[in-house]
């Protein structure tokens, strides 16, 4: 986030590499903070299960933060070519949604079995 507000003081909105290094930097952070939110949360919850502990699962709560980094990477890319409609963006939720169902699904009934 530092590099983002320095790149936000010193340049200007109008260059291309200018919002090139924001989307990214932004997306990275906040994917970042929420595959840390996620992974927390699973150690957690690995400490208090019961009968006996369980190991957590650190995989699927990084993938979550990728997806949402490449969410608001993806968002913001929109935004920034003026691409980003309410139909466009609804697309690429919607998208992402699907993408997290699937996968979700696959890796649940893959160690159940």
Known sequence: MAAVIFVLLT???TDSMAVVAVLGGASLAIGCAVALVGV???????ALARPR???PRR???MR???EIGSLVAALGLLRAVDGLTLITGGFVVAGFV?????L???STTASSG
Request: aromatic share 4%.
């Open 104 to 106: 979700s699904a696959s």
């Open 40 to 46: 927390a949360v699973e150690e957690r919850d690995a």
């Open 11 to 13: 340049r200007d909105p």
């Open 53 to 55: 502990r369980r190991n």
């Open 98 to 102: 699907l993408a997290e169902l699937v």
């Open 59 to 61: 995989i699927p709560a």
């Open 64 to 66: 979550r933060g990728f």
